[in-house]
Structures are given as structure tokens and as C-alpha cells.
């Protein structure tokens, strides 16, 4: 068994994040150091409840847990509740969560996490880039101690915010634009990638089929997140989009990527929030990224499911706490 990767995922909770968030609590080679939240799929104070709601589930009572920026750094805030509905968090039924937020700003927390930590440390986004472009602008004493991003957002080809762009940069561009200009090494699975992690029927089953509270939970929020996908947008199955920037982290050969150059358009009157991934180079700009092209489907679910089950925890319950929640 290799040294577990030390991540650190920044989030808007929201059915997939909740997903990424229990796939890092329950595979081994990655080691949750925290769970930062951000304003996207919902506003900050609601993905910061759901980010409490899925850790408590997870059984992560000891993995801290910090809001960061409620509202982008330029536009105006304009959350996803026709996907992921009035709470952020639509369809199940949670249990009170068991774990508050630190009161420190998740920027001072990443900054702390990896100033201290004796390893670099990877930067799973999968939401709006604020909080990253925050970190990198006031602390670019700590760039160096980044391992890596890799984020969920954008897109090789369409968007699905609007038909250029995809709802994490399109939310924030001018932070996305800071990030995939900062340097710091990245790896972009945009929906290009992310459409083909379906969870279809047969993937809902064997969450239910693990009868614990977290199948019970990745069931339930499956199944709603499949009412939203095939009333929006005709999906036959919902793509589960952030789970697999950390199943890149996991095992990057889960993932199949290739090196180009990103750039995130900010002017269009059209495409603005684009992120606009030269793929053969025609430009000839250095590339600043990996993009992802391909995913393992089945071996992912395999994972995703693997993970889930490793929580444990009762019909009734959630998993066993881990610690008594003073963590780092
Ligand atoms: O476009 C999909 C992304 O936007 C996912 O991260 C989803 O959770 C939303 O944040
Ligand atoms: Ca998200």
C-alpha cells in the first residue's frame, strides 16, 4: 500500500460533492485533511450545513471543516437550486450533524494546512474557484507547498450553464482564470470526462444493496440528482462530476489525461466562462494544465462503491466517529 495522497477538498455541497467527499472518506490512498466550503451550487451558509451533514454520515468528526467565500470574486452570485434544490442538498433525510465549522476563513485554513504539513499537499476544487484564487493572491508564500490541483470544472467541448460554459467557472471566472494562470501544477476534469461516470440504475442498486446509511444516502441523493438531470437536460442517468477529480488522485489510472493548454475566456459576450483547452496545440502556447479525456467507468463505481461501503455504519446510523473533532 503506497502513502495515502493528503488532499484537501474545497467544495459546494451539492449531490456530487457529497459523493467526492465520501469517496475521499472511504478509499485509503487518500488522507482527508479537511473540507473546505464555498458559494456556488448553493449559498456558503447551505453548502457549509451539507458539507457537516455528508461528514457527519462519513463518520468524519475529526477532519476540520471552514466556510471560505460567500459570493464570487466579480459576479454576483447565482446559485444552481433548479439542480440541486432549496437546500443544496435536496432528496434525503440526514441525521443532525455531529461536527461544526472552525470559525477561521477556509483561506486561512488551506494557507495553515499547507504551510505545516511535512508533505505537499493535493487541492481537489469541485466549485467555484474562489477560495483557490483567494489562497494563491494572499498567500503565494504557500503555492510552493501545493502538490497539485485537481479540480472538477469546464469542458474540452459544450458547457452546461450556458453552451460555452460549465457552472464552476462560469460562476467565477476571473478566479478560475487566477488559478489555471498561477503555475501551480493542475489537472482539469471538466464534463467532457465527468458525462461519463452515469450512475445508472444498476450503480444505484449497489448502494442501496450495502444496507448502511451511507448507501442509503448516495442512493437517495442519486436518485434525486436523476430527476434533475433527465428533467434539465434529458439525461438517462446523472453524471456524478466531482468524485472523479478525487478518483484521479486515487489512482491516476482511473483517469486518462493529456497536457494542453487552458485558457479561461473572460470577455465573450457569448462564451464568457469558456475555458477554451487548445488540445493539439495549435496556438503554441506551453500547455499549463492535464486535462482529462477519459475514465475507467467501471472500475470508478467500483471504487466509488468500495469506498461507501468501507464507512460502515448501521441501517440507522452513521458511521463510527473517528475522533473527538479537535483534529488539526
Ligand atoms: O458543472 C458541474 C459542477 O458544478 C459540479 O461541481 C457541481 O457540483 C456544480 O458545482
Ligand atoms: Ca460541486
Not at 475521499?24 to 449559498?43: F, H, K, R, W
Not at 442498486?205 to 448502511?212: H, P, Q, S
Not at 486518462?256 to 477554451?276: I, K, Q, W
Not at 471504487?303 to 461507501?308: D, E, K
Amino acid at each position: 500500500m503506497s502513502v495515502p495522497v493528503p488532499i484537501v477538498i474545497d467544495c459546494d455541497p451539492g449531490h456530487d460533492d457529497a459523493l467526492a467527499i465520501l469517496l475521499a472518506a472511504g478509499d485509503p490512498a487518500v488522507d482527508l485533511l479537511a473540507v473546505t466550503t464555498v458559494a456556488g451550487n448553493q449559498t456558503l451558509d447551505k453548502t457549509t450545513l451539507n458539507a457537516l451533514r455528508v461528514c457527519t454520515v462519513a463518520g468524519l468528526t475529526e477532519v476540520p471543516v471552514a466556510a471560505g467565500c460567500a459570493s464570487p470574486l466579480v459576479e454576483p452570485l447565482r446559485v444552481a437550486e433548479d439542480v440541486h434544490g432549496v437546500s443544496g442538498l435536496d432528496g434525503p433525510r440526514f441525521p443532525a450533524p455531529a461536527v461544526v465549522a472552525r470559525p477561521e476563513h477556509a483561506v486561512d485554513l488551506l494557507a495553515r494546512i499547507l504551510a505545516g504539513h511535512p508533505e505537499p499537499v493535493t487541492l481537489v476544487p469541485t466549485a467555484p474557484l474562489t477560495n483557490i484564487a483567494l489562497l494563491l493572491t494572499r498567500h503565494p508564500e504557500v503555492a510552493g507547498r501545493i502538490g497539485e490541483i485537481v479540480l472538477m470544472g469546464g469542458s474540452t467541448e459544450r458547457g452546461n450553464t450556458t453552451p460555452a460554459a460549465e457552472f464552476n467557472i462560469h460562476t467565477d471566472p476571473e478566479a478560475a482564470d487566477i488559478v489555471f494562470r498561477s503555475g501551480v501544477p493542475l489537472t482539469m476534469c471538466g464534463l467532457n470526462v465527468t458525462h461519463q461516470a452515469l450512475a445508472t440504475p444498476e450503480v444505484v442498486a449497489r448502494f442501496e444493496a450495502l444496507g448502511t446509511e451511507p448507501g442509503r444516502i448516495c442512493a437517495e441523493l442519486l436518485g434525486f440528482f436523476a430527476g434533475t438531470y433527465r428533467r434539465l437536460w434529458g439525461f438517462p442517468a446523472p453524471p456524478v462530476h466531482d468524485p472523479v477529480a478525487v478518483a484521479r488522485v486515487l489512482d491516476p489510472g482511473l483517469v486518462t489525461c493529456v497536457d494542453a493548454h487552458v485558457a479561461v475566456e473572460l470577455h465573450g459576450r457569448h462564451t464568457r466562462g469558456a475555458t477554451v483547452v487548445d488540445l493539439h496545440g495549435t496556438l503554441g502556447r506551453p500547455p499549463n494544465a492535464r486535462v482529462a479525456v477519459a475514465l475507467r467507468t467501471d472500475a470508478f463505481w467500483d471504487r466509488m462503491v468500495a469506498a461507501v461501503a468501507a464507512l460502515g455504519g448501521g441501517p440507522g446510523r452513521g458511521a463510527p466517529a473517528t475522533g473527538d473533532g479537535t483534529g488539526p
